[in-house]
């Protein structure tokens, strides 16, 4: 073979493999040479914006921050949003724009707990991978979803971490009060289940409606049982009445709730009784309140990017996520596929974000990442403390 055979056999070679590459990148849904298209899915409008527009606004300063310094292996990463209002049926149908339309790589969604849960079929059938920024529903993550994984605490989780900090608080006759309706049931079984593990039963069981305007008779009960910690699985309005009630009547045990009460502040005016919620202690998916100077960083990027907005603990589910995702695609490699990405975030053991109340630790057994609950409270007239972690195994 002359030189020149020589040289026009190496250039064709290099030719058919540069094209060999582009055929096979283009075959992955979502990545080009230049770009990671990532979708997220959530309520974008009406109530439920908080578990969506929100976080997607953390996710997107995340993604932000990660362009400016070159992207991933020199690809940036685009965010796709789809709005589920907070409906099932809407979120089957925005997942699957945003894998048969849009095209995404991978998603990083999930607001309102029972859309999410609607939307597990068609995730799971596309076999996308997916981190799970807000929804708690343990069904999305039980059993074992291959592709879809939580950094979300889940219901079970919450409900274990209830029983486990009324115990390490000095608690020796605890009760719960809870709602039976489905979101209800989901927290009270685990938590009943918890209880039998422990080898004690509660004091006391009580139930209230979502609806209930008066607690007086469960109030008198769970003081005559002489209760020193009542677990609330409820809503902020039946939540907030019982423990208006519970003042009224002199009962001020230790009141544990879960995130379904997520904003001391808030609960506290709802409440409307000074002082009634002094013994109020409640779950937080992550370990600062937005006003910490820890994330000073992150209420800059949110304020500068979003004009008017102003950091939320919401925003704070969203930054979490994103760093996750941008942690497992960095580790996935340039040559990138979901399979890689799957794999990739198989691995993460305690992988340190900027908000979660511990690592992050996914196993190809448990894709439930988050196993931290963060407590916090609002002591009358204090603003929102966080008290501390319970890791939940």
């Known amino acids: 073979m002359t030189l020149t055979q020589s040289l026009k056999a190496g250039l064709i070679s290099v030719l058919i493999a540069g094209t060999a590459?582009?055929?096979?990148?283009?075959?992955?849904?979502?990545?080009?040479?230049?770009?990671?298209?990532?979708?997220?899915?959530?309520?974008?409008?009406?109530?439920?914006?908080?578990?969506?527009?929100?976080?997607?606004?953390?996710?997107?300063?995340?993604?932000?921050?990660?362009?400016?310094?070159?992207?991933i292996n020199g690809r940036k990463?685009?965010?796709?949003?789809?709005?589920?209002?907070?409906?099932?049926?809407?979120?089957?149908?925005?997942?699957?724009?945003?894998?048969?339309?849009?095209?995404?790589?991978?998603?990083?969604?999930?607001?309102?707990?029972?859309?999410?849960?609607?939307?597990r079929a068609s995730?799971?059938?596309?076999?996308?991978?997916?981190?799970?920024?807000?929804?708690?529903?343990?069904?999305?993550?039980?059993?074992?979803?291959?592709?879809?994984?939580?950094v979300a605490l889940t219901s079970t989780l919450e409900s274990q971490a209830q029983l486990e900090y009324a115990i390490s608080q000095g608690a020796k006759r605890i009760a719960v009060i809870s709602m039976r309706d489905a979101w209800g049931r989901a927290r009270y079984q685990p938590l009943m289940e918890a209880f039998q593990k422990k080898g004690i039963k509660p004091v006391l069981d009580e139930e209230m409606s979502p609806d209930a305007n008066d607690a007086t008779a469960?109030?008198?009960?769970?003081?005559?049982?002489?209760?020193?910690?009542?677990?609330?699985?409820?809503?902020?309005?039946?939540?907030?009445?019982?423990?208006?009630?519970?003042?009224?009547?002199?009962?001020?045990?230790?009141a544990v709730g879960q995130t379904g009460i997520a904003d001391p502040a808030a609960f506290e005016d709802q409440v409307g009784s000074p002082?009634?919620?002094?013994?109020?202690?409640?779950?937080?998916?992550?370990?600062?309140?937005?006003?910490?100077?820890?994330?000073?960083?992150?209420?800059?990027?949110?304020?500068?990017?979003?004009?008017?907005?102003?950091?939320?603990?919401?925003?704070?589910?969203?930054?979490?996520?994103?760093?996750?995702m941008v942690e497992a695609l960095k580790r996935a490699g340039p040559d990138l596929t979901r399979e890689k990405l799957v794999a990739a975030l198989n691995g993460l053991t305690d992988f340190k974000t900027d908000v979660y109340g511990a690592g992050i630790t996914c196993t190809v057994t448990d894709h439930r990442c988050n196993k931290a609950p963060t407590w916090i409270a609002k002591e009358p007239g204090k603003p929102v403390r966080v008290l501390g972690v319970t890791k939940v195994e």
Not at 48 to 61: A, C, D, F
Not at 97 to 108: G, P, R, T
Not at 130 to 139: K, T
């Open 21 to 71: 590459t582009q055929v096979s990148q283009a075959q992955v849904p979502g990545v080009t040479a230049d770009t990671i298209k990532i979708g997220s899915f959530g309520a974008l409008t009406g109530p439920g914006y908080l578990y969506g527009k929100l976080p997607m606004n953390g996710i997107e300063v995340v993604f932000d921050e990660v362009n400016a310094t070159g992207g």
């Open 77 to 119: 990463l685009v965010l796709v949003r789809e709005d589920d209002r907070c409906d099932p049926a809407a979120a089957i149908g925005a997942v699957k724009k945003l894998i048969s339309e849009d095209k995404v790589f991978a998603i990083i969604g999930g607001g309102c707990s029972n859309a999410t849960f609607a939307a």
């Open 123 to 150: 995730l799971d059938e596309a076999k996308i991978p997916m981190i799970v920024m807000a929804s708690v529903h343990d069904g999305i993550t039980t059993p074992l979803s291959p592709t879809i994984f939580s």
């Open 218 to 254: 469960q109030v008198l009960r769970l003081k005559a049982a002489n209760a020193d910690a009542v677990l609330i699985v409820l809503y902020p309005k039946p939540a907030a009445i019982f423990l208006r009630d519970a003042q009224k009547l002199g009962f001020k045990p230790l």
């Open 275 to 324: 002082g009634a919620t002094a013994q109020f202690r409640t779950i937080s998916m992550v370990r600062y309140t937005p006003e910490d100077p820890a994330v000073d960083k992150w209420r800059k990027a949110i304020e500068s990017k979003f004009s008017g907005d102003r950091l939320s603990v919401f925003n704070l589910f969203g930054i979490g996520a994103a760093q996750v």
